[in-house]
């Protein structure tokens, strides 16, 4: 069985982390796996308007951006459907 390279691995991380911030509607850029200008400003937009600190390694935080994406995706998407006739 085959393991991951650390940067590798860190890579996968963050490009996860860059999808649950574009999915909360904050675009973090290129999906690229790098925590770059654009991640840190998208980080920074979504502490401003929650009023919650960005902590990565905090499940309670991981759990609430997750549910945060899921509920912004849902929105987005019904919002879809009801501007193009399809509801």
């Not at 982390?17 to 999906?31: N, T």
Request: aromatic share 10%; proline share 2%.
């Amino acid at each position: 069985m085959s393991q991951q390279s650390t940067p590798t691995r860190i890579k996968e991380v963050w490009k996860s982390r860059q999808l649950c911030l574009k999915a909360a509607g904050f675009d973090p850029g290129a999906i690229d796996g790098v925590r770059g200008v654009a991640t840190i400003r998208a980080e920074q937009r979504f502490e401003h308007f929650y009023s919650v600190k960005v902590n990565w390694n905090s499940k309670v935080f991981q759990r609430y951006i997750v549910k945060l994406a899921q509920d912004y995706s849902a929105d987005v998407c019904r919002g879809h459907q009801e501007n193009h006739g399809l509801r």
